[in-house]
């Protein structure tokens, strides 16, 4: 028996000498070969999403370089190119019939004579820069052109800067800035202006007509005239009996209504409605209306 129990426990000796002797989690982990492998994996991940981050950056730069040149390429083409169904307004253009629209109603014109004088204030110089919607500095107005190619509806959105909604909506372009001028001259005075004198109309018309054949409808030259007229040394006359004839005849168109002054050797005539003024002037006054005009 005892020989027996020699034997197992012999045979159990060998048996757990032979048994492989596997190392713990926790002895893994300290093992510097696994830790420096992990190490230099996390240096080729944190690379990578290092290249990653400047490769979206170099995609980024590519795409606005590439905006860049076409906006520039774009920028090169001429106007009439860019916006094909404006393109009668990229040069002075040949206008059959306006018509005036404005919240109080409408009114064409067709005299020939007036629409070639009227038909720089509407070619298109450039774009205007987008950002905010430009604020209005005049009442809203829209002046439907006609040309041999069509009607194009042109919206005044303030002084200078007019929109196409119907054909490029969200684009504003830069006009004369006396564009204005033609509702000024013959659309309906807005109710919000209070009461203004005869000079204070004839300084703010919108079109100044002289001698029934020549069209003013530079603003600040218009504004040239009616002051000299009210800076000049005058005296209020009664109608004189005789006279010559009028050396010059000036009519001022103010929201529809004409104010007239007509020019004497020496004396003015003021007609404003049913207001008749006349005036004694000296003649270098006179010269100096007469002046005003030839400037313009």
Request: hydrophobic share 40%; net charge negative; proline share 5%.
């Amino acid at each position: 028996m005892r020989i027996t129990l020699c034997i197992v426990i012999l045979f159990i000796g060998i048996l757990s000498g032979c048994t492989e002797d596997k190392p713990t989690i926790a002895q893994e982990l300290k093992n510097p070969d696994l830790s420096r492998i992990q190490s230099e994996n996390k240096a080729l991940h944190d690379q990578v999403i290092q290249l990653q981050e400047q490769l979206q950056a170099t995609q980024q730069k590519y795409n606005d370089l590439q905006m860049s040149v076409q906006s520039s390429m774009a920028a090169q083409q001429p106007l009439a190119t860019q916006y094909p169904d404006i393109a009668d307004l990229t040069s002075v253009p040949q206008l059959q019939k306006i018509e005036i629209r404005d919240a109080k109603g409408s009114k064409t014109i067709t005299d020939p004579d007036l629409l070639n004088s009227v038909s720089n204030l509407f070619v298109i110089k450039d774009t205007a820069p987008l950002g905010s919607p430009p604020i209005a500095d005049i009442e809203p107005v829209d002046y439907l052109l006609t040309t041999a190619n069509g009607t194009v509806k042109v919206s005044l959105v303030k002084m200078g800067i007019v929109s196409f909604d119907d054909l490029y909506p969200g684009e504003i372009y830069r006009v004369e800035n006396d564009a204005y001028q033609l509702a000024k001259a013959f659309m309906s005075r807005p109710s919000y202006l209070g009461k203004e004198s005869t000079v204070e109309k004839m300084v703010n018309s919108g079109l100044l007509k002289v001698d029934d054949k020549y069209d003013v409808w530079a603003a600040g030259r218009i504004r040239l005239i009616a002051l000299a007229f009210y800076d000049a040394h005058k005296t209020e006359i009664k109608k004189p009996k005789t006279l010559s004839q009028a050396r010059m005849k000036m009519t001022f168109y103010y929201f529809g209504k004409e104010i007239q002054m007509n020019l004497y050797d020496g004396k003015v005539e003021i007609q404003d409605g049913t207001l008749e003024q006349w005036f004694d002037l000296k003649p270098e006054d006179i010269e100096q209306i007469r002046a005003g005009f030839s400037a313009a």
